[in-house]
């Protein structure tokens, strides 16, 4: 509940952008600066961090209660950790502020408005810090089992923009944005600190052990490099959008930008569920239980796809009223709608690759954390060089999107930007998904594949008749609920009819919600 609040008010944030400013030559400055905070986000809090440290406190913990006495193994992998972590987040963050110029320049060289970029650039770069301190906190609660301060943090961050859009945007602009992102990410962190230090002091005192994370953990340092270049490297996808999008007329950037939140809360939703079981994957692949994570991964790729496509068969057939109906206001016309509905429609046909790529790319990069139990044989050259896959994938994936996207734009703009980015994606999830099984995750492919082809079909049916339904009402609200209705009831349908697991247990427990069914012939016994 906390994360769907955080993504409604992250919504909330959004249509407030379109209502006091549209879409742009402002707003594709704002939205270039924003780049830092997108990139920081996803490397500082979702993904590299969680994907080292959520495994490195896993396995400090199953350490800990192998050794219930001695020094705690968690305390010391802090000790080991964080004070090497502010010393990187200062430094990323002074180089980012003092080099706003050159970086909008390389981000968006067509801007109509940088010096405006550049301002809302270093005022961003201030993000780096607070949310690097977020992500390693949030690893460490999540590892713990505890998810409701780490799902509050969006809560926490969209407020703070929120707060200072509603009182600034008058005298600050679209600046105001900026100012306000900032603020969200120290509020981010604040709402951490107090859980995380009670979680330190549930363990008694412990002595520091040289040469070591602790308790019996050694340091890998190096094993950040592949994970951070993955990250890094998915997030280019944004940086190609922008690049290609700044030599596009004014307001495209703002689009895609609009169309991706709009898109993604089908895909955050999907994520929610591999957030909460990521913990059990690392557990169990750091107690050396491959066929649990295995079960585990191949449970995430079928619940993840199933409530990705419900969410992309909505989108698919009742953009332009979803559009209409948040964003056509104030300065967002009817020509902003139509323009963002288009790009909406093209999106998602990446998000279910986006998806799957959320729940592949976890268990990957857990087979190797960023620490090791001491004693522990280094593994093989081959093995290591496994690490450096999903960037490969990715770096494909990128190749990908950059011809289909320098393709596409000339003729179709926006959604040909937009097409790049689903092509690019569902070409690194394919790869990815292969990438699993020369990681020692043996996937049992017939089963997964035939599962994700059976959703997809329900997807496929319930879009049309959405699709068909939306169409029938020109009213926005009228529209988005009957054709919303109509996409639920077709996947539902289809979903149990073609025996999707995923589908048919939640159909079966709303049937049984609703009172028990009378077998045939019985009410005649007892004449009802």
């Not at 502010?86 to 060289?109: E, H, I, Q």
């Not at 929120?162 to 600046?175: E, R, S, Y």
């Not at 592949?226 to 307001?251: C, D, H, K, M, N």
Request: glycine letters at 12%; proline letters at 6%.
């Amino acid at each position: 509940m906390l994360s769907a609040a955080g993504s409604g008010l992250g919504l909330l944030r959004d249509l407030l952008l379109a209502r006091y400013f549209g879409a742009n030559q402002g707003t594709d400055a704002f939205l270039v600066a924003w780049t830092v905070p997108e990139t920081a986000a996803p490397l500082l809090i979702e993904d590299a961090m969680a994907f080292l440290m959520v495994p490195a406190f896993s396995l400090a913990l199953v350490l800990r209660e192998e050794r219930p006495h001695g020094p705690d193994p968690v305390r010391e992998l802090v000790r080991a950790t964080l004070p090497w972590l502010l010393l990187a987040l200062c430094t990323l963050t002074l180089a980012a502020a003092l080099g706003a110029g050159p970086l909008v320049g390389l981000l968006a060289p067509g801007l109509a408005d940088p010096g405006l970029a550049v301002t809302c650039t270093r005022v961003t770069a201030l993000t780096i810090l607070p949310f690097g301190v977020v992500g390693y906190l949030c690893s460490m609660l999540r590892a713990h089992h505890t998810f409701t301060a780490p799902a509050g943090i969006y809560v926490a961050y969209n407020l703070g923009i929120l707060a200072v859009l509603l009182t600034g945007h008058t005298v600050l602009g679209v600046g105001s944005a900026a100012v306000g992102v900032t603020l969200g990410s120290l509020l981010m962190a604040g709402l951490l600190l107090g859980p995380a230090a009670r979680r330190l002091r549930a363990r008694g005192r412990s002595a520091p052990v040289a040469g070591a994370a602790g308790g019996g953990l050694v340091l890998i340092p190096l094993a950040i490099l592949p994970v951070a270049a993955f990250t890094l490297t998915r997030q280019a996808q944004v940086f190609i959008e922008r690049y290609l999008g700044s030599g596009l007329p004014p307001g495209t950037i703002s689009h895609l930008n609009y169309a991706a939140k709009v898109s993604q809360l089908a895909m955050t939703a999907g994520i929610l569920i591999v957030t909460v079981t990521f913990p059990l994957v690392a557990r169990a692949l750091a107690a050396g239980d491959l066929k649990a994570a295995r079960d585990r991964v191949e449970k995430d790729l079928g619940q993840a796809a199933a409530v990705v496509l419900l969410g992309t068969a909505f989108l698919m057939a009742c953009a332009p009223s979803v559009v209409a109906l948040l964003f056509q206001r104030g300065a967002f016309g009817p020509h902003d709608t139509a323009a963002t509905a288009a790009v909406i429609r093209v999106y998602s046909f990446g998000l279910p690759a986006q998806a799957l790529i959320g729940v592949m790319v976890r268990p990957f990069f857990s087979v190797r954390p960023v620490v090791r139990r001491a004693g522990e044989a280094q593994p093989a050259a081959g093995r290591r060089a496994l690490d450096w896959y999903p960037v490969a994938a990715m770096a494909l994936g990128l190749v990908v999107t950059v011809a289909v996207g320098v393709t596409a734009t000339p003729r179709f703009g926006a959604p040909g930007l937009a097409a790049g980015n689903a092509a690019g994606i569902t070409t690194t999830a394919v790869l990815l998904l292969r990438g699993l099984l020369l990681r020692g995750i043996a996937l049992r492919l017939r089963q997964v594949l035939g599962g994700q082809l059976r959703l997809l079909a329900a997807a496929v049916a319930a879009s049309a008749a959405g699709a068909v339904a939306a169409g029938q009402v020109a009213a926005p609200l009228a529209a988005t609920l009957l054709g919303g209705l109509v996409v639920v009831a077709v996947f539902a349908l289809f979903g149990t009819v073609l025996g999707a697991a995923e589908v048919r247990g939640p159909v079966r427990a709303v049937l049984r919600a609703a009172g028990p069914v009378v077998p045939a012939g019985e009410g005649k016994s007892h004449g009802r």
